[in-house]
């Protein structure tokens, strides 16, 4: 017997990592930045669209403001400052003070003209009006000033109605065929301008 001694040491097993822990802990973190992420988004969204609706209404209350103090300026235009009033505004002041109005309501069908050659008419509602022209403000109620716009979407129609100052409504109306109609009747909704039926105000 050999008076020499060997000391083996134990050779202690490596432990492997598991293959399909370590991705599943990277999913998980990468979902979780994700959704952070997302979240951020979406606050931020939600602040930009209420400061956006805050600006618009300042603006609104500003050209009323605005609109108020001009019409009382002009001669037998009194009559402007009451929407429902049943005393006719004459074709040159309608005009004069309504072009705010008109122009709101052409920029608004320009935005569907836009939306049917991308074939989502339907599909164009208040937050996709709103991100396009942020200087007016979309509603689906009535119109009560130059810069409200009231729009409604029904039967592959879609229309718009905006007030004048004059109390005038300019209604206007296109199809899926691109079939642009014009209204000036009651109320200023653009629920009531689908019926559109004119080729011009």
Not at 42 to 64: F, I, Y
Not at 188 to 199: H, V
Request: hydrophobic letters at 50%; glycine letters at 8%.
């Amino acid at each position: 017997m050999s008076d020499t001694f060997t000391f083996i040491a134990p050779v202690m097993p490596r432990h492997r990592a598991d293959p399909f822990a370590v991705k599943l802990v990277t999913f998980g973190v990468v979902l979780l930045v994700l959704i952070c992420a997302f979240a951020m988004f979406v606050v931020a969204k939600e602040r930009s669209a209420d400061a956006r609706h805050a600006a618009l209404e300042d603006t609104r209350r500003a050209q009323e403001q605005a609109n108020a103090d001009r019409l009382a300026m002009i001669p037998d235009a009194a009559v402007a400052l009451d929407p429902i009033a049943t005393a006719p505004v004459s074709g040159g002041v309608a005009k004069l003070l309504d072009g705010q109005a008109r122009d709101a309501a052409e920029r608004a069908l320009a935005l569907a003209r836009g939306a049917l050659g991308r074939g989502d008419l339907a599909a164009l509602g208040a937050a996709q009006l709103a991100e396009a022209d942020p200087t007016l403000l979309f509603v689906d109620g009535a119109s009560t000033a130059p810069s409200i716009v009231s729009f409604a979407v029904s039967g592959g129609v879609w229309a718009a109605a905006v007030m004048g100052p004059s109390g005038a409504c300019y209604g206007v109306s296109i199809d899926t065929h691109g079939v642009v109609r014009y209204d000036r009747s009651r109320p200023c909704t653009g629920q009531a301008a689908l019926a559109a039926a004119r080729t011009t105000w």
